[in-house]
Structures are given as C-alpha cells and as structure tokens.
C-alpha cells in the first residue's frame, strides 16, 4: 500500500465534463423540505466551500450526495453520466469520502483501526486471508507522519483516548488520505487549534495538486475563502449562489450569510413578538389597575413599589418586544442629503442629554466632511447605539474618540473605546441576531446597526484586541458630484 494517494486526474478546465453535478436536487425530511432544488457542481481537482448558516441545507446536501439520505426529486450526474449513489459504500467504489459532521468513528476499536475502516488491507492467502492489525498500525503511522501529525498519538491506542481535536483531525486525515477523486469535510476545524486548522488546509491543497476535488461544508467564510476555487452559499435549502473565489471578496461573503441569517431570524423575531405582545400588555393593565383602582389600607407604601417595580419590568418588556417587531419590520429608506458632521453632532447630542457627560467625547472631525444621502432618522439611531456602547465599554472616566473622513467612493465615521476589547470569536459574533456581551440583553442593537448600514450600501467593520480597546467603523457611500 502505498502512503501516497494515487493520482486521480488533472485539475479542472472549463472544457472538461464536472465530476459531480447536482441539478434541482430536492431532500424532505417527512413533511419538511431540507434542500429545496439545490444546485451544486464540482470539477476534477476543485476545491468547493460550501457556505451556509446552521439549518441551511448544507450536510443534508452532501448526505443526499454520497448515499446518506434519499433525494426526493432531481438530478445527480457523475463524469456526466446520471447516477445516484445508494449508500457511502457505494460511493467509495467512486473514489468519494466523507468525513462527517460526527466524525463516525468507533471508540473501542484503535486508531489505526478507525483509520482503514472500509479500507482495511488483507494478509495471507485466499480464501482465508484476514486483517493485520500489525500492518495496519504500521501503515498508519507511516502517513501521520507523512501528513505532519505529530500530535497524534501511537495509532496501536484506542480512539477512546483522543480529544475532540485529535478525532477530528483522524476522521479528515483518513478522507483525505483515501479519496481519490471527491473528498467531503463536513465542518472539518469545529474542534481544531489553529495549527491543526493549518495542517489540514496544507492537506487539502495536496489533494487539489493531485487532482482530488474537495467540497469543504462551513458556516465560517474566512476558513475557506483563500483554498476555495469557488464558493457556493446555500440559504434555507436553496442554492443562492455559486461564484469563482476571484470574482468576490470575504467581505462580501460574510455580509451575504449575515444577511441570510438576519432574513431567518427576522421571522422568528416577528412570530415570537406577536405570541407574547398582548399578553403582555393585558398583565401590564391589570397591574396598573391594582396600583390604581384598589384600596390597600395596610403597608400601602410596600404595595405600590412592589407594584411599580413589576409595571417597570413590564415596561421593560414591551420595550423588548417593540424591538424584535422593528427588527422583523421591513421599512423604505426616507432618504435625504445630510452632511455628515450634522449626523454625528446631533447623535452625540442625544446621547449627552441623558446618560453621558459630554466631555467625554472627543471629536477628531476635518473642517469639511462630505453629505451622504441617507434616512437621517434611521442612521442617526445607528451612530448613537454605537457611541452608546463605546461609553459603556470604556468606563465611565474613560474618553471616546469619534473621528470622521472620506476616501475616494466613501466618507466614514469611526468610535474609538478604551475598554477591554473583544477576543477573535466575539468579533466574529458581535453582529449576529441576539448576541450579546452583556449579562443582560439580546446584541439587537448591533444587529440593526449592522442592517440599516447594509441597507444604504455601506459597511460596518470592527478592529479590537483583548485589553485594548475596540473601533467600529461605518462607511458610507458617497455620490460623485
């Protein structure tokens, strides 16, 4: 056997036939459509990243693809040829493997063992020839040396030893290492460190330069953008697009799947707003009418603040509720020419006005800033939040620096805080639906901010370290003159 895969073609040209299609491909789960006519292509030597938020279709895709699942209706080609494979084994036989999203490994058998399942080399002459443990264990290690996995254990130990990265690493080492003409990762770095992540990201380009094509599945655009040869985005179990890598950006990639999920978790926003509204202005009335209408003689005084802290809960409530419904609420732009020291002078205003001390805020402003064409009200909300929350972060002795200028097609307007920073995982979730930093409260605020920015075809980016601080960044377009 040996360590090096076999050749399994040349890379993809425009003039050869795809190795795998997937045309109109539709997958139910008894009532529920999981993919709904999905469209997905994959060319000899390709690297896919195959983008997509959680529920978007994506491993029930590729489970349709290998065998996994059944398709209820559509297409699969194979070198060009209709065919759908009837189980993973069968698409091994293809030169397809897959490591899934549970890694499917057996914990009482060895390393070496869960490394060759499928695949395991025979010794002795037929008809009795039986499996080598011994042969198997040497051949493994042989290749985890050869892939650079120095952290993996004696591959003789039990699977029952490893931790969650080393299981990870093990089941994508072994589609790597055995798919010759298709390899599946199905969110194959969920549990590695960064120099696990390297080390298979190197793998994967071994792969593409020996012409194995490599559908990597993630809701992580930044971990594939630079190996993919294209991305393709399912939302909601259709395929909304499929793009060369060269043709996009990873800014681009990542505001469409925050728009997909902004899209999902805005109907569940309105559905859950609508259930608890008038319940909960019934319980505010009756609280209001026991405060008002009902004549307490004994600890009167007792009485009323108890009353007044639930109806000042319940007002916090509504205050909830009313968010969630303006958050699933599509509104028109009332656009109009605003000059942009304007914007951030009457933002600021608010903001001193009720919660902070004004000289707090240090504007590093030009004489002249440009207009931008916006709905003043609606971009007004978005600098106060943000200013709003650098105050909070930094402390209350703590300046905020709010400075402002124009580049070539854009102006912008960027919040300096001096707080403690965010690590790379909350930067990546600061504008997600309902995150939050806080103890208490849902993250809307920056997800509207981060909406309403998208909707005037700007940006919102953001540069923090741990213990030093963060900056948000909001740009605008800006029209030619």
Known sequence: MSIEATPAGVPATQHQVPFVEMRGVTVNYKRVVAVNRAELTVGTGEVIGLLGNSGAGKTTLIKALVGLLPITEGEVRIDGLPKRFNSPQE?????????????????????????FLGHEPLTGPRPFRRLSHRQMVGYAQEVFDVMGMSDMPAASRLVAGLSGGQRQLLAVARALYFGERLVVLDEPTAALSDNQIELVLGQIERARSRGTAVVF?????????NI????????????????????TSLKEMEKLLISSRFTMVQEMAAAVAHQFRNPLGIMRVSAEMLRDDFEVTERREHYDRL????????????????????????????????ALSTLIADAVAQLSEHSADPARFVLELPEELPEVTID??????VVLNVVSNAAEASGELQPVVISAGKDSSSAWVAVQDFGCGMDERTRKMVFNPFFSTKTRGTGLGLSIVHRIVEQHGGTVEVVSELKQGTTFIISLPVEEE
């Open 376 to 381: 003043k009200d609606l971009m007004e909300q």
């Open 228 to 247: 993919a040869d294209r991305l393709v985005v399912l939302d909601r179990g259709r395929t909304l697009m499929s793009v060369p890598q060269k043709q």
């Open 217 to 225: 599945v993630t809701h992580k655009a930044h971990e594939v953008f």
């Open 307 to 338: 009353l007044n802290m639930i109806i000042d809960e319940l007002g916090s409530l509504d205050v909830l509720i009313t968010n969630y419904l303006d958050f699933a609420r599509p509104r028109n732009l009332r656009r109009e020419r605003v």
């Open 91 to 115: 698409a091994r036989t293809y030169g397809v493997e897959t490591a899934y999203q549970d890694l499917a490994l057996l914990e009482d058998l060895s390393i070496a063992r869960n490394f």
